[in-house]
């Protein structure tokens, strides 16, 4: 079973940060250039810096949702389980939620978890 999941969260995981680590990526690149036309030539010389685009990631979802918004930001929590199985997920219209093919019980989590509560 586990595996069926990650089969199917993996790829979803890795286009949807992605996207998300690029576009956030343009936007540092556009806060610092008040003139510039965004190119990929003048965009690949901008430095690709995780440590900017990560907080500026965290940062608008902890807006969007203090505002009422639902986000998707993807991950995996404790013990490599993706955040639809870890009663994490942030988006009441996920996809992958929906899907019974990756439905994990709450017991199954919970033996993953080493019988951890939260």
């Not at 956030?24 to 190119?39: C, D, N, V």
């Not at 997920?89 to 019980?105: E, F, K, Q």
Request: net charge negative; proline share 6%.
């Amino acid at each position: 079973m586990k595996n069926n999941i990650i089969n199917h969260f993996e790829p979803f995981l890795e286009k949807r940060n992605e996207l998300l680590d690029g576009l956030a990526y343009q936007l540092l690149w556009l806060l610092t250039q008040p003139e510039a036309e965004l190119t990929e030539t003048v965009l690949s010389e901008f430095p690709w810096d995780m440590s900017l685009i990560g907080p500026l990631l965290e940062t608008a979802e902890s807006l969007l949702r203090k505002a009422g918004f639902s986000t998707c930001y993807p991950f995996y929590g404790e013990n490599e389980i993706p955040c639809i199985h870890a009663d994490q997920c942030r988006h009441p219209d996920c996809t992958l939620m929906i899907a019974d093919s990756t439905v994990l019980s709450k017991e199954t989590i919970h033996k993953q978890n080493g019988g951890q509560k939260k």
